[in-house]
């Protein structure tokens, strides 16, 4: 839903930060960690990393931490006290910085937390999460948003997105009744713009694959020797899928303390080699090229088959990120 166009000027940019801070709000930025730079809590405007392609972390953490409490119990003579954290109030936050991939990775996300079970946990954090993103200017060899339905200015996910005009002034597309709402709030840092000029402003990514003629192929490479051959490199550390803006899988672990305990929802990966092991020792996917092959088909055929969306959105960090230098284009490609 496209709700009007604006302009606003990089003073007025960081004064709409301070403005959202001062409502409590807590803000995710990209920041510098050393070499690195993630999305963390910032505190000032002035915190926020000034250049940077992507975050070496994804946002999800936002809505999907990586480990949090299910719920607590206590057992007492009266019976079994159940402490439910989705009766208590979730913060409001603001993901300042997020990249176009980053926000329309939030797509594929709820229609995993929403769509055959409402995870309270999640829905409340969506709930309560303001997406300001940034069009990128810049890419790399990695990034292919392109090919995934995606695009350096798209504005999938966003509530507001910005995009810095060769005039130095940021174009603001407000989409959402969220991203309205900060405007009308903060009408006096806005004025009226159209998007013209746009498309000179933001980074070429040419398309790398067709997701539909990849996700149709799929289809008949179950047992292609491919999966063996892209895979030997694999080491099943994770680091793909925790850095993934789109992976969701996870791990439900319960510690007990005497008459007290907590279950807790921790990140899991496909990757790894404990992940689809059955009680009786036995496991499906006893290899790398078989756990390599499900997150292929998982994320190029089995949720746009469900979905009708991938479950990526081009943006790079697994490949960049891999200790083992594997790249999930040599594979899609390839196939």
Not at 115 to 142: A, G, H, P
Not at 259 to 276: A, E, H
Request: proline share 4%; charged share 25%.
């Amino acid at each position: 839903m496209q709700t009007g166009n604006y302009s606003i000027n990089e003073p007025s940019m960081s004064k709409l930060f301070d403005n959202l801070a001062e409502k409590g709000k807590t803000m995710y930025a990209p920041k510098n960690r050393g070499e690195r730079i993630l999305f963390q809590k910032v505190e000032k405007f002035g915190e926020i990393a000034g250049d940077y392609l992507l975050t070496a972390n994804s946002a999800k953490e936002v809505v999907f931490p990586r480990y949090e409490k299910v719920f607590s119990y206590k057992k007492t003579q009266d019976g079994i006290l159940i402490n439910d954290p989705t009766g208590n109030p979730f913060s409001e936050v603001v993901l300042w910085g997020s990249r176009p991939c980053d926000a329309a990775a939030f797509i594929p996300m709820t229609n995993t937390f929403e769509k055959d079970y409402i995870d309270n946990l999640y829905v409340k954090r969506r709930k309560n999460l303001l997406v300001l993103s940034f069009s990128c200017n810049t890419c790399d060899e990695f990034c292919f948003c392109t090919s995934v339905n995606g695009g350096p200015g798209n504005t999938a996910g966003s509530d507001i997105l910005f995009t810095r005009l060769q005039t130095g002034d940021f174009l603001a597309e407000i989409i959402t009744e969220k991203g309205k709402k900060v405007v009308e709030e903060n009408s006096s840092l806005f004025e009226a713009s159209t998007a013209e000029g746009k498309e000179q402003s933001l980074a070429k990514v040419e398309p790398r694959f067709n997701q539909d003629e990849i996700q149709a192929k799929l289809q008949e490479l179950f047992e292609n020797p491919l999966w063996a051959e892209k895979s030997r490199a694999c080491l099943g550390c994770g680091t793909c899928a925790y850095i993934c803006p789109v992976c969701s899988c996870f791990d439900i672990q319960d510690e007990a303390h005497g008459s007290q305990g907590t279950r807790l929802r921790c990140w899991d990966s496909c990757g790894f080699s404990l992940f689809t092991l059955h009680t009786s020792g036995h496991n499906p996917r006893p290899d790398q090229g078989t756990r390599w092959r499900q997150r292929i088909l998982h994320k190029f055929r089995y949720m746009p088959d469900k979905s009708k969306i991938a479950g990526c959105v081009g943006c790079g960090r697994c490949s960049r990120s891999c200790p083992a230098g594997i790249n999930i284009l040599d594979t899609v490609t390839a196939l």
